[in-house]
């Protein structure tokens, strides 16, 4: 099955440490995005990467980095530098030709700071 | 002001009701739209995206007016499974463009 895979689900974290989400898919798509949702706000956007070892900042970058090592791979750390990092933290993926390329999601990863 | 703008509800019907959601974008650059469905705790998912000229899937409707930046989702004999969160998303640029999602509304069909 061809999907995007993002582990893991639920993750929680002291104070003061970084944590790495991990984000991987199958579906041969260039582009990769990290969003952030919060509790009634919309998505926003923390980074995107069109190609391998290349990505932009989105909105909210701040406190957060990537890499992008592999087509297939695109993990986000949350530094401490990350001042309200609690939240639920969506992978996507897309073909980057076309104007209605659709993203597509993973399933998320709920990170809750203690 | 925000990018994308849409009424959060709740929106509460029967079963059977016809229900309308409403969304406007501020930047006239947006070229693509699209409404994504998303469940309780779940990842978005893709519901239709929106041409100008309107298009149809099934029981669900959607408009743009490009005029007065206003794109529509029209939900007719609401089903159960219909309850969720619809966020209106736009999009700027042809190629790899950002997307910005709306809030989104929320949906529950009663039985």
């Known amino acids: 099955d061809g999907g995007i895979t993002q582990s893991p689900k639920y993750l929680f974290r002291k104070e003061g440490q970084n944590v790495t989400l991990s984000c991987e898919q199958n579906?041969?798509?260039?582009?990769m995005y990290w969003y952030r949702q919060d509790p009634g706000q919309g998505l926003r956007l923390i980074y995107y990467?069109?190609?391998?070892?290349?990505?932009q900042k989105g909105d909210i970058a701040e406190g957060y980095s990537v890499s992008r090592e592999k087509k297939e791979s695109f993990p986000l750390t949350v530094t401490s530098a990350q001042k309200n990092p609690t939240a639920f933290y969506l992978c996507a993926s897309s073909r980057l030709a076309g104007s209605y390329n659709e993203q597509f999601f993973g399933p998320g990863t709920r990170l809750t700071v203690l | 002001r925000k990018e994308v703008e849409q009424d959060p509800g709740p929106f509460n019907v029967p079963e059977g009701a016809t229900v309308a959601f409403n969304c406007t974008y501020s930047n006239s650059a947006s070229q693509s739209f699209f409404w994504y469905r998303q469940d309780c705790r779940k990842e978005p998912k893709l519901l239709m995206s929106v041409y100008s000229s309107g298009n149809e899937d099934g029981r669900f409707t959607a408009q743009l007016n490009r005029a007065s930046q206003y794109i529509s989702l029209l939900i007719r004999d609401s089903k159960l499974s219909d309850s969720a969160t619809y966020l209106c998303?736009?999009?700027?640029?042809?190629?790899?463009?950002?997307?910005?999602f709306g809030r989104g509304t929320q949906l529950t069909v009663w039985p």
């Open positions: 990467s069109q190609i391998v070892n290349d990505f």
């Open positions: 998303v736009v999009k700027r640029g042809s190629t790899l463009g950002r997307l910005y």
């Open positions: 579906l041969n798509h260039d582009a």
